[in-house]
């Protein structure tokens, strides 16, 4: 897999705003080491251990055979086992109460923060990338560190909004902040991931709905593992929309001597190698001034097109269709870059202006029915080119009933514009777009062109 390729399409999604980062105590510990290697932050397995220093539990967690390097730890069911075995120990202690001075322990010992040099420069890299949101297993207030006043800190048990122009912060496990609502053993989790329960859908479907890039959490992370899953199986393929916006999940993890992107086994995960995460943020950096400077290009050649739409054009874009037919080509190809925002605000006020003034000149004329197929030939441009799942209902409708109003002008009989007939005619649309047309018709009682078009259907063998 092409790096360059996986590190543009993050980027598109940055510029998109499309782009989450799914946070574990990897991205902590690299923030809080410092030039000489130390680290304050700690691992899970690490705060499992210092945990239970705290609680007096260091010889049952060494019975478990628990060890600081073991990989694949499911911390919440060790950490289950060690509260009973301790009220078991201490029976005037009630499994609340040692549950309560867990959290507590957890709360006074992550209270790290990032040396001042990590804080400086991941500052930099976050305002430049300006993710939509963060997820977060940490219980510590890292990330909102290094957002200079920009995050908006949500608790486990709070609903994943926030204010605009803030990055939310999901502490999925909760936070250091409120203590109580740290999820740290096992009945912590079956409350916290009950069927159905708010925080599980919304961590699915926010990750289905979005690119996130995973970062400081190992292969195979259980945390990882299983937010994928809910958000791979939330809802079938067979119930998503057919236009699809960006929703890849990257990994971005450290290796000594990086390899290419390349699949996760088992998963939809592109496992980004790297020396180091500061390469990482850089490279992506990079590809988003590429992806800022290429949709500025864009938008000036935007706001050259829509500036063809003014009243001095309107004579140019009826009486030219070749030019006519163009610009309406490459206004739909920049209403597909949604990171533009394509305003069709001036470009519909244009165009029915266009289409008013020569209907009003073919009904006005004798004998000019060439006006009619003139107009004809302006709306079947927008039929033609557009998918109809695309087309904004501000031009869609407008179109349909300015056909209606023309189809009464157009017909072989004496006194209708045959040469718009022929056209009519010849206009040759898929029976998806026939149909959906159709019904729009219906709905409208556009009874002219319902007729025209049940007759057209009926040409067609329409079923």
Known sequence: MNGDIVYREIAKSAVYWNLGFFVGAGFSMELTT???????????????????????????????????????????????????????????????EIEKKVKEVIMNITNWMPTKEKGIQYSQYMNRIDPDWIITTNYDQVIESILDGGAYSVDSEE????????????????????????????????????????????????????????????????????????????????????????????????????KEPYILEGTNITVIEVEDIQIFMNKLITCIDEEVKEKDINKGQLDELMAQFQEEDKASFIDNQEM???????????????????????????????????????????????????????????IEEYEMEDIHPNLLWPTLDNLNKLLSYVGSQNGKSWSAQDLWEKLNLPDDKLRFLYDCAEYSSLDTLSIKLEEKMGVVGFK
């Open 324 to 382: 006519s037919l163009e610009l309406i080509k490459r206004l739909y190809e920049f209403e597909k870059k949604p990171e533009l925002r394509v305003d069709l605000r001036e470009f519909i006020l244009f165009f029915n202006a266009c289409f008013q003034e020569k209907f009003d000149e073919a009904r006005n004329t004798p004998r000019y029915f060439k006006g009619y197929e003139a107009c004809l030939n302006m709306l079947c441009m927008i």
């Open 159 to 258: 609903n994943f909004i926030s204010p605009k122009e803030k990055v939310p912060v999901y502490h999925m496990h909760g936070s250091r902040l409120n203590p109580k609502n740290i999820v740290i053993t096992q009945n912590d989790y079956v409350k916290l991931f009950r069927p159905n329960d708010y925080r599980q859908i919304k961590l699915a479907l926010t990750i289905k709905e979005a690119t996130t890039v995973i970062i400081g959490y190992s292969l195979g992370d259980i945390n990882v593992l299983s937010a994928i899953d809910w958000a791979e199986n939330y809802y079938s393929k067979a119930e998503t929309s057919i236009k699809q916006y960006p929703n890849s999940i990257y990994q971005v993890i450290r290796s000594e001597n990086p």
């Open 34 to 96: 410092d030039e000489n290697g130390n680290t304050k932050a700690l691992s899970w397995a690490e705060l499992l251990k210092v945990v239970c220093d705290k609680i007096n539990m260091t010889d049952e967690l060494e019975e478990m055979g628990v060890s600081v390097t073991r990989i694949g730890l499911n911390f919440p069911e060790i950490m289950g086992v060690i509260c009973k075995n301790y009220i078991e120990k201490n029976p005037e202690v009630s499994l609340e």
